[in-house]
């Protein structure tokens, strides 16, 4: 592509994650929006078990088992004249890290929020992260076709929980079972609920922000409160302001059910009016690299074993940052300052994929890995080095030993533990004493999925003993002594071979401060 060409297909590019509490219905919005992109013909509801209709995002056999996401997926299509990436993020709150570095690689991000529930822990972590970055915002009240709370409260929790103002881009009309529509203050229309008997889906308002007299609905008393809501929120609610829109001080604010596809498109083909193209990032010696740059760059945001367990594959999820990506085109990989040719690359719609043989600043690319890769690594072309900023890393506090219950299948027990341990969900230690395998996690949830995919993916049953909560601090090797490890205090070394202590809890760190005052721990590497 040429520098004009470049530019044109960057423009088209909308890349976001969809972030929630678990259960909000953030797996189900993402199915309806890969119907409309024509992806998919039929979506299947997470719950819908007994059909075999299983989420389109959920590709891992646990996820269909449990009808929850535990891993970041990665879904392509074209609408409305855009190339959309979405991330569909875990919302169980044990996977926040996957989802952390997630949000590291877009533009953007969907709030999904259950009408009913309103802002919950999970989601005001996300939110947190987001706000950090300041990426915009666009939020989605989800599951109006149950009963759910005020409107008017759920914005005002968004305002005063999350520090964000909102605009209320359409309003209910009614809820659950009473369900008639959407005031669609932005389009100037209201969108009937399930309208198909009367043909009309959409019908327009006049300069007043009203309902023709003649229309059914006008007779309906929710149809007159609703007209009141609106009336308070012209008066005394915010105006639209894109600017504080892209810089995430101002969330837009969709009602709908993702469900019963309520809502859905009227928000789809909205958010890409105001969503963001391909932002600038920044490298750790401060340069900052355009979307539009010729030399080619990218960073590895996550790594996954067995999205295909026939064929044993481990691919490395590479968000585009510069330049235009061909297959077979020759990179260099920062950390090792090696070259490298990317043969083997693919686009994702979930369990389904196919071979890319071009894409640009924006998109996100699957490279087959065999080991290369570490998430946060820096690819690039040209003769100038980029290294982008460092992903987060979380601390465990949750500890288990592993061994095989079959100890003639080292061989398998091995070879998935350290896949595994590459995507990041959890980490490996190895005591010092012993070269006992420990694993780390933020969460308990995280265990039971490597021990599930231990066997499933590796044929490999593993028995694993809780070890409890334990705060994990490096200390420098030069000013260790393994005299110092005791039951309360563990020493083990990480992947990198560098030693640490897993402390029982703060009273053992204390104590050994006050033994060792000159001894210098830290929190993380």
């Known amino acids: 592509m040429n520098t004009k060409e470049l530019a044109a297909a960057v423009d088209t590019r ?19 929006m890969l119907l409309f992109g024509g992806v998919v013909r039929q979506a299947g509801t997470v719950k819908a078990r007994k059909s075999g209709n299983f989420a389109k995002s959920d590709w891992m056999e646990i996820e269909k088992k449990r009808g929850i ?42 709030m999904v929020i259950d009408s009913a529930k ?18 915009p915002i666009f939020t989605f009240m989800n599951k109006l076709d149950r009963d759910g709370r005020e409107p008017l409260d759920l914005l005002n929790e968004v305002e005063e929980v999350l520090g964000i103002e909102t605009y209320p881009m359409n309003w209910p009309i009614g809820m659950g079972k009473g ?33 023709d007299p003649s229309v059914e609905l006008t007779k ?35 009602f709908g059910s993702a469900l019963t596809n309520f809502g859905v498109e009227t928000f789809l083909k909205t958010y890409l009016k105001y969503a963001p193209k391909p932002s600038t990032h920044q490298t750790r010696d401060d340069q900052v690299v355009q979307p539009t740059d010729e030399q080619f760059s990218g960073f590895v945001f996550k790594i996954q074993a067995n999205m295909n367990p026939n064929h044993r ?92 219950k079959n100890v003639m299948k080292q061989k398998s027990f091995h070879k998935g533990i350290e896949q595994l341990v590459q995507e990041g969900a959890v980490q490996l230690y190895t005591s010092y004493s012993t070269g006992d395998y420990i694993l ?60 640490l202590f897993l402390f029982e809890n703060a009273f053992a760190e204390r104590w050994f401060a006050d033994k060792y005052p000159d001894v210098k721990l830290t929190a993380k590497l």
């Open 179 to 211: 369900l008639k529509g959407l005031y669609d203050r932005y389009n100037h229309r209201v969108e009937l609920y399930h309208n198909e008997a009367h043909g009309e889906t959409f019908l327009p308002l006049d300069q007043d922000g009203k309902l």
């Open 313 to 404: 594959d481990r691919i490395a999820f590479v968000r585009i940052c510069s330049g235009e990506f061909d297959r077979g085109m020759d990179v260099v990989l920062q950390r090792t300052g090696k070259k490298m040719r990317l043969n083997n690359s693919t686009q994702f719609m979930a369990d389904t994929r196919e071979t890319v043989e071009t894409a640009v600043a924006g998109d996100i690319v699957g490279l087959y890995d065999t080991g290369n890769f570490q998430i946060g690594d820096t690819i690039y072309t040209g003769k100038h080095a980029v290294q982008f900023e460092k992903l987060p890393q979380f601390t465990p506090e949750l500890f288990m030993r592993v061994t095989a």
């Open 440 to 499: 780390g996690a933020v969460g308990q949830l995280q265990f039971e999925v490597f021990k599930f995919r231990m066997q499933n993916e590796y044929n490999s049953e593993v028995v694993m003993e809780p070890m409890g909560n334990k705060t994990a601090r490096w200390i420098d090797p030069e000013q260790l002594d393994e005299k110092m490890s005791s039951s309360r205090n563990l020493l083990v070394k990480d992947r990198a071979g560098k030693p």
């Open 118 to 135: 309103g802002i919950e822990p999970q989601t005001k972590k996300l939110f947190q992260i987001c706000k950090m970055r300041g990426i």
């Open 14 to 32: 909308r890349t976001f994650a969809i972030i929630s509490h678990p259960d909000a219905g953030k797996t189900t919005i993402t199915e309806q």
């Open 220 to 254: 309906d008393s929710i149809y007159r409160d609703t007209l009141d809501d609106m009336e308070l929120i012209e008066e005394a609610g915010n105006a639209f302001d894109e600017d504080k829109v892209a810089a995430g001080e101002m969330t837009p604010v969709f």
């Open 69 to 110: 996401s535990v891993t970041s997926s990665v879904m392509q299509f074209d609408y409305d004249g855009k190339r959309i990436n979405i991330l569909d993020t875990p919302g169980h709150e044990d996977f926040s890290e996957d989802t952390y570095r997630t949000l590291m690689a877009v533009d953007s991000a969907v």
